[in-house]
């Protein structure tokens, strides 16, 4: 059983999974966000943390595994344990733990259990299917006749190389037709 597949649908869909006798899954929102620097866009999203602390079952991975294998509870109980039973098992051994959509499980140095999450994840349903994107950053200029050049090809001219004088002359004709468009 992968376990780790059953994980990642509840996370969907609840903010906590607790893996009895391993520890915990939790998501926190977080806004949506422009750098600035970067014109990098990031969708809306849930940044997913692990808490060893939180060990004990409250039902809801074993009642969903049970729902989904059309099995008794008791027997759900038994194949979460299994696997959580083989994953410390890996733990012990020294190997890094890869739960495929959720990240990466291993033990410290010092014998803690620490948790890498995949940056590929995303477990806000709001956000579904967006995902990092580059937004080019849009130049501010207006349009302006170069001179000899024809009425039929406008050039972008930047607002800072434009005295103030004709951008307001530009501005105030432009405006101009678009009332003119409005009343016809």
């Known amino acids: 059983m992968r376990l780790e597949l059953f994980i990642t649908d509840l996370l969907f869909r609840h903010d906590c999974v607790i893996v009895p006798d391993l520890g915990a899954f939790i998501t926190r929102s977080l806004p949506a966000e422009i750098a600035s620097a970067t014109h990098m866009f990031r969708p809306s999203r849930k940044q997913l943390a692990f808490n060893g602390s939180l060990k004990e079952n409250d039902g809801l991975l074993i009642g969903y595994v049970s729902r989904v294998n059309h099995c008794s509870y008791e027997q759900a109980r038994q194949q979460v344990k299994a696997s959580v039973g083989h994953w410390r098992h890996e733990l012990a051994a020294g190997k890094k733990l890869r739960l495929e959509h959720i990240g990466q499980l291993y033990l410290s140095p010092q014998g803690s259990l620490q948790f890498t999450p995949t ?25 302006n006749e170069k001179e000899g050049a024809s009425k039929k090809a406008p050039t972008i001219v930047a607002a800072s190389e434009m005295s103030p004088e004709k951008a307001v002359v530009l501005r105030r004709s432009s405006s101009g037709w678009k009332w003119a468009a409005v009343i016809a």
């Open 119 to 143: 940056l590929e994840s995303n477990f806000d349903l709001d956000s579904y299917g967006n995902g990092i994107f580059h937004l080019p950053p849009l130049e501010k200029g207006l349009r």
